[in-house]
């Protein structure tokens, strides 16, 4: 039989702090993939990583706020650990893989439609399997048409984000960008959730559980607390907040000429002035 469904059980605050959270990832991936295309090649992979980790991180804890507004009627759910921090994992190597190919080789061309394509499979991947990773007391059915447009609602997203990060224009032009990102990836969301119905086991009286936000609390506190470990080193590096490029003057070093050493240095100016009256009299022939 059908069972009853009801996304929004706590009205609109789950899915505006799902929203928040999707734009707080969004945010400061975008801002490390930045960073990134700025800094030398033996810096990028750190920020790369860094920048993955983070979008993961914000749409793994989005997807898993707004499922504490999912609730059946008279089917408590339980969520596989396993599967549900499976979820996480691909989120963030699928998305890492987007952002390097980028981070690489520029926002531009086949890179942008390549990563895009990936880090948007890998969104998906993570809503689907976060949801492969409930249980309860009957089965899940998907409209296919409504899940095909919500993977592509994730891979548009995904590759304006990345096209948005190779941008280079500073904290203003991100953090419109975040917002857009959490915006497709929030309606990414609830758009596979439309793609849903239950179908429910037949049973006996229904039974009572824990709450979802009892059962997902815990889980949530450790991308929570890497959210805001990350939050903490933008804000303490200016240039990733300004987006300025950090352009390290070479220093002078005993020893070391101030010029290539293929570059002629100009004679002085008496010099110069006496071989333009006398060209006979050069430098080497005194």
């Given at each position: 039989?059908?069972?009853?469904?009801?996304?929004?059980?706590?009205?609109?605050?789950?899915?505006?702090?799902?929203?928040?959270?999707?734009?707080?990832?969004?945010?400061?991936?975008?801002?490390?993939?930045?960073?990134?295309?700025?800094?030398?090649?033996?810096?990028?992979?750190?920020?790369?990583?860094?920048?993955?980790?983070?979008?993961?991180?914000?749409?793994?804890?989005?997807?898993?706020?707004?499922?504490?507004?999912?609730?059946?009627?008279?089917?408590?759910?339980?969520?596989?650990?396993?599967?549900?921090?499976?979820?996480?994992?691909?989120?963030?190597?699928?998305?890492?893989?987007?952002?390097?190919?980028?981070?690489?080789?520029?926002?531009?061309?086949?890179?942008?439609?390549?990563?895009?394509?990936?880090?948007?499979?890998?969104?998906?991947?993570?809503?689907?399997?976060?949801?492969?990773?409930?249980?309860?007391?009957?089965?899940?059915?998907?409209?296919?048409?409504?899940?095909?447009?919500?993977?592509?609602?994730?891979?548009?997203?995904?590759?304006?984000?990345?096209?948005?990060?190779?941008?280079?224009?500073?904290?203003?032009?991100?953090?419109?960008?975040?917002?857009?990102?959490?915006?497709?990836?929030?309606?990414?969301?609830?758009?596979?959730?439309?793609?849903?119905?239950?179908?429910?086991?037949?049973?006996?009286?229904?039974?009572?559980?824990?709450?979802?936000?009892?059962?997902?609390?815990?889980?949530?506190?450790?991308?929570?607390?890497?959210?805001?470990?990350?939050?903490?080193?933008?804000?303490?590096?200016?240039?990733?907040?300004?987006?300025?490029?950090?352009?390290?003057?070479?220093?002078?070093?005993?020893?070391?000429?101030?010029?290539?050493?293929?570059?002629?240095?100009?004679?002085?100016?008496?010099?110069?002035?006496?071989?333009?009256?006398h060209p006979s009299r050069t430098p080497q022939n005194r």
């Amino acid at each position: 039989m059908h069972g009853t469904v009801d996304g929004f059980s706590y009205g609109l605050v789950t899915p505006l702090v799902a929203y928040l959270m999707a734009c707080l990832g969004g945010a400061l991936g975008l801002r490390c993939t930045t960073r990134a295309l700025l800094v030398a090649h033996s810096w990028r992979p750190g920020w790369l990583a860094l920048g993955a980790a983070a979008i993961g991180s914000g749409i793994w804890t989005m997807h898993f706020i707004a499922m504490i507004g999912f609730w059946v009627s008279g089917a408590p759910i339980h969520y596989d650990k396993p599967i549900t921090y499976a979820s996480l994992g691909v989120a963030i190597v699928m998305v890492g893989v987007g952002i390097f190919i980028v981070g690489y080789r520029g926002a531009t061309g086949t890179a942008l439609f390549t990563g895009g394509t990936i880090t948007g499979l890998g969104i998906a991947s993570m809503h689907y399997l976060g949801m492969a990773g409930m249980r309860f007391n009957g089965r899940f059915e998907y409209n296919t048409l409504t899940v095909a447009v919500s993977v592509a609602i994730a891979m548009a997203a995904a590759t304006a984000a990345l096209w948005a990060a190779g941008q280079v224009r500073g904290f203003l032009w991100s953090v419109g960008a975040s917002l857009v990102m959490g915006l497709a990836v929030t309606g990414m969301h609830y758009t596979g959730m439309a793609a849903l119905s239950v179908h429910l086991h037949a049973t006996g009286a229904p039974s009572q559980g824990d709450s979802p936000a009892g059962l997902l609390a815990p889980m949530l506190i450790g991308p929570l607390a890497f959210l805001c470990l990350a939050g903490v080193v933008v804000m303490f590096d200016p240039l990733m907040v300004m987006g300025k490029p950090d352009w390290t003057p070479a220093q002078p070093r005993p020893g070391v000429p101030a010029h290539p050493p293929h570059t002629a240095r100009r004679a002085p100016l008496r010099t110069r002035r006496k071989v333009a009256a006398h060209p006979s009299r050069t430098p080497q022939n005194r």
